[in-house]
């Protein structure tokens, strides 16, 4: 039982660091922000015009509504 707690008490020291390392890098960048993975934020996805799909369902129900087919 001894052995579970050391393995225990390493993974939570090893987390701990890991997020204190995070933080540091995030605080010291000049925008210190988290990368934008999502399709609805991202300007190079919507550059290429790749939208998220809420926002495609909803393009496609304003459509239906107006009387035209829905957008592919």
């Known amino acids: 039982m001894t052995e579970f707690y050391l393995i225990l008490i ?18 010291l960048k000049k925008n210190g922000r988290f990368p934008v993975i999502s399709i609805g934020g991202n300007k190079n996805m919507q550059k290429r015009g ?5 926002h495609e369902e909803m393009l496609c129900k304003n459509n239906v509504r107006k009387g035209g087919g829905c957008c592919n």
């Open 50 to 54: 790749i939208y998220c799909v809420k």
């Open 10 to 27: 390493a993974a939570i020291i090893l987390m701990g660091m890991v997020f204190i390392l995070l933080a540091i890098n995030i605080l």
